[in-house]
């Protein structure tokens, strides 16, 4: 049997039912870490050797915060939504969307005893990056006391790619750099960037203009953030709208990342300084198929294979309209499936609040009831980083899928 990448020997090859042989993730697995301590013992550049262009100083600090994110049993809460999309999350507890409630809201995530043992890092709108809480504490300051790292969403929204069928590219290069610096003044230490691609065979979707555009985006986003000392998370998100079956999405996903990660060896962006954020391999939402979660894992972890190197400390993934539960287990999954070469890991929005949100309610007097929920499933998620979730946290709730079509973040 082939294996990926190894030369295949008994020793070395050990087979799942889906014939896949996991000889490329034991080969690789340690090869991130092994790398570090490998530059840190040259004489002649370090990190910055390989890279060519950002200081040594920087190129370690990007490293170690990047391998800090990607921790086990640790991953990302993404606290990052628009004020238009906060908007959809209030109406639905009927809750008036105004300053004073989204920093009650962010107040309550953030304030979460414990919160910091299962989080990592959580990415912020820029309001919340410069907001306080009642007591007038800084939110960044919330999440640094728990040892959590702050990160930023940077772009600006998308728009549509001139002369294709309402495909979308990603604002927010112009000023980039100044307002990284701005950033990180403030005490974020990482950024995301979201990029969306659409599944329509029969119209040609993804083309391969938009492709292109998506991937050299994100490769100069994530070169503008490392040189300004952010650790760049880069989001190419193939929506889950569609008809598709898992196949379909597995050449998708494969054909966007080798895109992506060209490019980004072309801008010259350092690998062990950055995190992916990628769409798990699914079927389409309107597809009659459905998947389980090992069938989800093994394309997953195929298409990763094929496509990122092992140089990348981690890969986040984003939960994209799955339930809470699904989420969880899918990322499980995977993680039952190694050793990988990256740390799989998540960074979920919708998959890590749904039930907190419930629970709260607007309502002051329900805070310890939506932090428990918030703790429940941030348990879970840590859980299945480490491949050991045994599933069923947060009840019935937790199954209620997540799916919103054409997703605007």
């Not at 728009?159 to 990180?184: N, S, V």
Request: proline share 5%; with cysteine; hydrophobic share 40%.
């Amino acid at each position: 049997m082939p294996c990926i990448g190894v030369p295949c020997t008994k020793s070395l090859v050990r087979s799942n039912k889906h014939h896949l042989t996991v000889s490329f993730f034991q080969a690789t697995q340690k090869l991130p870490s092994v790398l570090l301590a490998a530059y840190a013992e040259l004489d002649c550049g370090g990190l910055d050797l390989l890279q060519g262009e950002l200081p040594q100083s920087i190129a370690n600090e990007l490293a170690a915060t990047a391998k800090a994110i990607a921790a086990p049993g640790k991953g990302i809460l993404a606290a990052d939504e628009s004020t238009g999309t906060i908007q959809k999350r209030f109406d639905s507890i009927k809750l008036q969307n105004d300053e004073a409630n989204r920093a009650a809201y962010r107040d309550l995530l953030f304030s979460t005893e414990g919160l910091g043992q299962f989080i990592s890092g959580c990415i912020l709108f820029e309001e919340t990056l410069f907001q306080k809480n009642q007591d007038g504490v800084l939110m960044v300051d919330l999440l640094k006391k728990q040892g959590i790292i702050p990160g930023i969403k940077v772009d600006k929204g998308l728009e549509t790619i001139p002369r294709t069928d309402d495909e979308k590219a990603t604002m927010g290069l112009d000023g980039l750099a100044e307002r990284c610096q701005k950033y990180y003044a403030a005490g974020a230490r990482f950024a995301k960037w979201r990029a969306v691609l659409s599944i329509d065979p029969s119209q040609g979707k993804p083309s391969d203009r938009s492709i292109a555009e998506v991937a050299y985006g994100l490769a100069r986003y994530a070169a503008i953030c490392q040189q300004n000392r952010l650790v760049p998370i880069v989001e190419p998100e193939i929506l889950t709208d569609g008809t598709h079956d898992i196949a379909t999405c597995a050449q998708v996903t494969e054909k966007v990342l080798a895109a992506v990660f060209k490019q980004l060896s072309d801008q010259g962006v350092m690998l062990e300084g950055a995190l992916l954020k990628p769409n798990m391999v699914t079927p389409g939402s309107e597809c009659p198929t459905k998947a389980k979660p090992e069938e989800i894992a093994f394309y997953t972890i195929r298409s990763l294979a094929r496509t990122v190197p092992p140089a990348l400390p981690g890969i986040t993934f984003l939960s994209g309209g799955q339930s809470e539960e699904e989420a969880s287990a899918n990322l499980n999954a995977m993680n039952k499936m190694g050793p990988h070469p990256w740390a799989l890991t998540f960074s979920y929005g919708r998959a890590l609040q749904a039930s907190t949100l419930q629970a709260w309610s607007g309502n002051a007097e329900n805070k310890a009831k939506a932090q428990a929920a918030l703790l429940k499933r941030a348990k879970a998620n840590s859980e299945a980083q480490l491949g050991t979730y045994a599933g069923g946290a947060g009840g019935g709730g937790a199954a209620v899928s997540l799916f919103e079509k054409h997703y605007v973040y």
